[in-house]
């Protein structure tokens, strides 16, 4: 059932890509396309640097844990 849904709903190939640009260009512009993908890079660079923070804390917190279990 995972494969049929994947294949179904898997990554988009390069016909679908070419029509997904095409309609970011019609409700943009050609103008207003570049700032949006710039926010766009912005937002997902970002998004990562908070999950690594959380990751950071995470290790943090378990690495405490362990050593007051050690002790």
Do not use: Y
């Amino acid at each position: 059932m995972n494969s049929l849904m994947f294949a179904m709903f898997g990554m988009p190939g390069p016909m679908e890509m070419l029509i997904i640009l095409a309609i970011f260009l019609l409700l943009f512009g050609g103008r207003q396309l570049p700032s949006l993908m710039r926010n766009l890079g912005a937002s997902a660079r970002e998004f990562k640097k908070g999950v690594q923070g959380m990751d950071e804390e995470l290790d943090e917190a378990t690495r405490s844990l362990k050593d007051d279990k050690s002790d």
